[in-house]
T-cell receptor
Framework: LAKTTQPISMDSYEGQEVNITCSHNNIATNDYITWYQQFPSQGPRFIIQ???TKVTNEVASLFIPADRKSSTLSLPRVSLSDTAVYYCLVGDIGNAGNMLTFGGGTRLMVKP | NAGVTQTPKFRILKIGQSMTLQCAQDMNHNYMYWYRQDPGMGLKLIYY???????DKGEVPNGYNVSRSTTEDFPLRLELAAPSQTSVYFCASSNKVHEQFFGPGTRLTVL
C-alpha cells in the first residue's frame, strides 16, 4: 500500500480557499487517490476521488500532477462547518482486499 | 434509506465480558467493513467482507470475530473484552471499494 503524508493540522478563516496537499511518492499504476472528511463524533464521509489531472464535484476539487506523487484537495470558500479531519488515501480501487489505510489525517480548523 | 445503522451507540463492558456490535445496511452493498478508531488517531480496519458468507481479516483482527450470513448484516463479536479494545467502532459498506458509507459509530469502554 502506498504510504501517504499530509500536514497534521491547518488553520484557515471563513471565506478563504483551503488547499491540503498529500504526498504519496510510491503510488502504484493502478492506485487511485481518495479523500474523506470526518466531523467530530461521526464516521468519515467520502468527498472525492481521482486518478490524474483534475476532478471537481459540488464539495471540492482534487488536483493531481502528471507524476501522481502528490495530490491537493481544494475546498473553496470554507465555512465554520468545514472544520473537520481530512484523510488522504491511496489504493487500487479494483481490489477489495486492498485495504483502505486511514492515517492521522489533517485537522482543519476554520475560524470566523 | 437509513444507510448504515449501528447499535448500540454506547456500551461499557467489564474485562472478560463479551458482546456483539450490530451493523446493518439497506443499500444492497456487497462490501462491508469494521474499523476501530482510537482517540486522535486514524481508523484501522478490523475485518471486511466482500459478500454474504465471505469475510477476511484486516489490519487488527485479534480479539474480534465477524460473520456475514446476509447481505444486510455484519455483526462484530468481541470475546473476552480487554481495556485495549476501548475505542470507537465504525461499520461501513460500499459497492465501490474506496467509496465507503460509514455508520454513526459505537463508543465502547472496557473497564
Amino acid at each position: 500500500l502506498a504510504k501517504t503524508t499530509q500536514p497534521i493540522s491547518m488553520d484557515s478563516y471563513e471565506g478563504q480557499e483551503v488547499n491540503i496537499t498529500c504526498s504519496h511518492n510510491n503510488i502504484a499504476t493502478n492506485d487511485y487517490i481518495t479523500w474523506y472528511q470526518q466531523f467530530p463524533s461521526q464516521g468519515p464521509r467520502f468527498i472525492i476521488q481521482g486518478y490524474k489531472t483534475k476532478v471537481t464535484n459540488e464539495v471540492a476539487s482534487l488536483f493531481i500532477p502528471a507524476d501522481r506523487k502528490s495530490s491537493t484537495l481544494s475546498l473553496p470558500r470554507v465555512s465554520l462547518s468545514d472544520t473537520a479531519v481530512y484523510y488522504c488515501l491511496v489504493g487500487d480501487i479494483g481490489n477489495a482486499g486492498n485495504m483502505l489505510t486511514f492515517g492521522g489525517g489533517t485537522r482543519l480548523m476554520v475560524k470566523p | 434509506n437509513a444507510g448504515v445503522t449501528q447499535t448500540p451507540k454506547f456500551r461499557i463492558l467489564k474485562i472478560g465480558q463479551s458482546m456483539t456490535l450490530q451493523c446493518a445496511q439497506d443499500m444492497n452493498h456487497n462490501y462491508m467493513y469494521w474499523y476501530r478508531q482510537d482517540p486522535g488517531m486514524g481508523l484501522k480496519l478490523i475485518y471486511y467482507s466482500v459478500g454474504a458468507g465471505i469475510t477476511d481479516k484486516g489490519e487488527v483482527p485479534n480479539g474480534y470475530n465477524v460473520s456475514r450470513s446476509t447481505t444486510e448484516d455484519f455483526p462484530l463479536r468481541l470475546e473476552l473484552a480487554a481495556p485495549s479494545q476501548t475505542s470507537v467502532y465504525f461499520c461501513a459498506s460500499s459497492n465501490k471499494v474506496h467509496e465507503q458509507f460509514f455508520g454513526p459509530g459505537t463508543r465502547l469502554t472496557v473497564l
